[in-house]
């Protein structure tokens, strides 16, 4: 047995490849690059997506901490202004007080002094009185 060329059984041979890479590249290779192509077009897709999505995100954030910073600054305004009023409401109030004990204290010391020239007034009535049963006590002994 002996190995000699052919040519038509090479002939068949090479015809029968070429079938075979026709027939791959419609039902295999074609279908395969679309799909590797709608999925490279997807994935650029996603990516964009996501980079928009997240240039949104951004801007969500800088919008939140601008309402973050607002609420704080009239937060203490707010705290400012409120502890304005009381301190205010409050030195009214001690104000009002010391007004009242200020008046409450006038009376007293015009009461002390009237009591003081009506016990002066009644000692002064009761000097001869004393003076009288002091003598006497002293004749006594």
Known sequence: MSITLNPYLMLLVFITFMFLIYVLNQWLFKPMFAFMNARDNAIARDLSNAQSHKEQTQHIDDEIAQTL???RKEAA???ETATKEAK???EQNINAKKAENDKKLALFKQELQEQKAQLSNELREQL????NSLSAKLHQI
């Open 69 to 71: 910073a607002l609420a």
């Open 77 to 79: 305004q707010i705290l």
């Open 128 to 131: 001869p009185i004393f003076r």
């Open 88 to 90: 205010h409401a409050y």
